[in-house]
């Protein structure tokens, strides 16, 4: 008996060294919430490849922006690789003054707005009071509470159009504005860069003479307070992650053409960029 206790003794005290040798433990758990936005979905699976390469567990959460703000301030989840700055998310950052942290700059040249196909034959939000009929009186909209619903309710009173905001998603979005695109049909919906739509159909972003829509932004990666202590190593590795207009576009473009599963999309992005995603590892030791 003593000696098969000091055989699983032994066995146990070899697994704990290896886990050790190889900076973490089993229990290393990184939760990362998104929503179902097309450069959110892309850099969050991003994100969970790359770590799991590193040996981390990677668990996701999907969810509307309001309650991933939420169970970050609240801690029951670590990192949003999707926060727009200054504008679309300033309000969070309020509610939840000095329960986040930003951990680095994913992209820097980010812009809200409303979207119509190129075929459609006005250049300002300020026209549309004048087809009210031809987009049927609707923009479509995406999730309920998002920064750029936000400014789209400003928008309609503002430039006094007659027209109902849709509560949608992402994805249902893109499929409206598919179809209408196919049937050459008006329609306006809101709308962000970067994102794979621009790089599918003929698009322009209207231009916003009031600039309630305001500058370009930048995208960050955040994280509940504390994470930068608990997880040195993680925070510094998203920090570094930091895409280029063709990188990012790319990125999406991979996942939204894909036949098989996101993460296959990414693991050959990855091998294809491997440079880059090389250039992201923190030297430090985990």
């Given at each position: 008996?003593k000696?098969?206790?000091?055989i699983?003794?032994?066995?146990?005290?070899?697994?704990?060294?290896?886990?050790?040798?190889?900076g973490?433990?089993?229990?290393?758990?990184?939760?990362?919430?998104y929503?179902?936005?097309?450069?959110?979905?892309?850099?969050?699976?991003?994100?969970?490849?790359?770590l799991?390469?590193?040996?981390?567990?990677?668990?996701?959460?999907?969810a509307?922006?309001?309650?991933?703000?939420?169970s970050?301030?609240?801690?029951?989840?670590d990192v949003?690789?999707?926060?727009?700055q200054?504008?679309?998310?300033a309000?969070?950052f309020?509610?939840?003054n000095?329960?986040?942290?930003?951990?680095?700059?994913?992209?820097?040249?980010?812009?809200?707005?409303?979207?119509?196909?190129a075929y459609?034959?006005?250049?300002?939000?300020?026209?549309?009071?004048?087809?009210?009929?031809k987009?049927k009186g609707?923009i479509?909209?995406i999730?309920?509470?998002?920064?750029?619903?936000?400014?789209?309710?400003?928008?309609?009173?503002?430039?006094?159009l007659?027209?109902?905001?849709?509560?949608s998603?992402?994805?249902?979005m893109?499929?409206?504005?598919?179809k209408?695109?196919?049937?050459?049909?008006?329609?306006?919906?809101?709308?962000?860069?970067?994102?794979?739509?621009?790089?599918?159909?003929?698009?322009?972003?209207?231009?916003?003479p009031?600039?309630?829509?305001g500058?370009?932004?930048?995208?960050?990666?955040?994280a509940?307070h504390?994470?930068?202590?608990?997880?040195?190593?993680?925070a510094e590795?998203?920090?570094?992650?930091?895409?280029?207009?063709?990188?990012i576009?790319?990125?999406?473009?991979?996942?939204a053409?894909?036949?098989?599963t996101?993460?296959?999309?990414?693991k050959?992005w990855?091998?294809?960029?491997?440079?880059?995603?090389?250039?992201?590892?923190?030297?430090?030791?985990?």
């Amino acid at each position: 008996m003593k000696k098969k206790q000091t055989i699983l003794f032994i066995a146990w005290l070899m697994a704990m060294m290896t886990l050790a040798s190889c900076g973490k433990l089993s229990d290393n758990k990184i939760r990362i919430a998104y929503a179902n936005w097309a450069e959110g979905i892309a850099v969050t699976h991003l994100a969970k490849e790359i770590l799991t390469e590193q040996g981390y567990r990677v668990e996701l959460l999907n969810a509307d922006i309001a309650p991933i703000f939420t169970s970050l301030a609240r801690g029951k989840t670590d990192v949003f690789m999707d926060s727009w700055q200054p504008v679309t998310h300033a309000d969070y950052f309020k509610k939840y003054n000095g329960k986040l942290e930003i951990l680095g700059q994913v992209y820097d040249s980010a812009r809200i707005g409303l979207v119509v196909p190129a075929y459609v034959p006005i250049r300002s939000i300020e026209e549309l009071s004048r087809y009210t009929d031809k987009f049927k009186g609707e923009i479509v909209g995406i999730d309920a509470g998002t920064g750029i619903m936000k400014c789209t309710e400003r928008a309609i009173p503002e430039y006094g159009l007659n027209y109902e905001l849709m509560i949608s998603s992402g994805p249902a979005m893109t499929a409206l504005l598919d179809k209408a695109i196919r049937k050459g049909e008006w329609i306006v919906v809101t709308g962000w860069t970067p994102h794979w739509m621009f790089g599918r159909y003929d698009l322009k972003v209207l231009s916003d003479p009031k600039n309630i829509y305001g500058d370009s932004e930048s995208i960050h990666t955040i994280a509940r307070h504390g994470f930068s202590l608990a997880q040195p190593f993680v925070a510094e590795l998203l920090g570094n992650v930091h895409l280029t207009d063709s990188q990012i576009s790319s990125l999406m473009s991979a996942i939204a053409q894909t036949r098989g599963t996101e993460r296959e999309a990414v693991k050959e992005w990855i091998r294809q960029n491997r440079a880059l995603v090389d250039s992201w590892i923190p030297q430090t030791s985990k």
